[in-house]
């Protein structure tokens, strides 16, 4: 059974950081691109960050870039986001995401693009 579970989710104040994990299991993802997306009460879910499988090519949400680091460990299924300057806008349930559908330099911003999907963890931001 595949499955991605997300990880590190929690209550900080804004300014704050938080680390963000998913790890996969039940398959090797290590030629599947990674993303993160996330969905804020009475909003539609929408892409926060994305890695290519070769871990060469990323791409942000303008929201988040130069805050949000996406990184993976191939060894280890895994794949994070480092989410430093946090503010209360960025509050949202975070979900990690898997895509086997394009090459080693491919990311994706869209929804429609991901096979697979982890659950979701809490981000709350205080200001």
């Known amino acids: 059974q595949v499955q991605l579970v997300e990880s590190g989710g929690g209550l900080v104040q804004a300014g704050g950081s938080l680390r963000l994990s998913c790890a996969a299991s039940?398959?090797?993802?290590?030629?599947?691109?990674r993303g993160w997306f996330r969905q804020a009460p009475g909003k539609e879910r929408e892409f926060v960050a994305a890695?290519?499988?070769?871990?060469?090519?990323?791409v942000y949400a303008d929201s988040v870039k130069g805050r949000f680091t996406i990184s993976r460990d191939n060894a280890k299924n895994t794949v994070y986001l480092q989410m430093n300057s946090l503010k209360p806008e960025d509050t949202a349930v975070y979900y990690c995401a898997a895509s086997s559908y394009g090459g080693s330099w491919w990311v994706g911003a869209h929804e429609n693009e991901y096979d697979y999907w982890g659950q979701g963890t809490q981000v709350t931001v205080s200001s």
């Open positions: 890695i290519s499988w070769s871990g060469a090519h990323t």
């Open positions: 039940g398959r090797t993802f290590s030629s599947y691109a």
